[in-house]
């Protein structure tokens, strides 16, 4: 018998959650842009994990992890 198991949402974990989707339709793209979705076991983050996590969906959606550390040197709020 299969046992199934219950989602986070059982256990009130609170999960972080950085999607990246694409601003209009891909279809008819030669290079397609899917959307990404990098999860993180806890919502109460440091800005340390949360920049790491953005990077990694960054990576994900296919920029080069250099080309994105030399923007954040350059990033002004």
């Known amino acids: 018998m299969m046992q199934s198991f219950p989602d986070a ?3 009130n974990l609170h999960i ?3 999607t990246i989707t694409p601003s209009e339709d ?3 793209e030669k290079h397609k842009h899917y959307g990404v979705s990098i999860e993180y076991p ?3 983050v440091d800005c340390h994990i949360a920049i790491r996590i953005i990077v990694n969906a960054l ?3 296919g920029f080069e992890r250099d ?3 030399k ?3 350059k990033y002004e709020p």
């Open 9 to 11: 949402t059982c256990f």
């Open 16 to 18: 972080m959650k950085i």
């Open 26 to 28: 891909q279809t008819s």
């Open 42 to 44: 806890a919502d109460d």
């Open 59 to 61: 990576i994900a959606w």
């Open 67 to 69: 080309t994105i550390m």
């Open 71 to 73: 923007a954040m040197e």
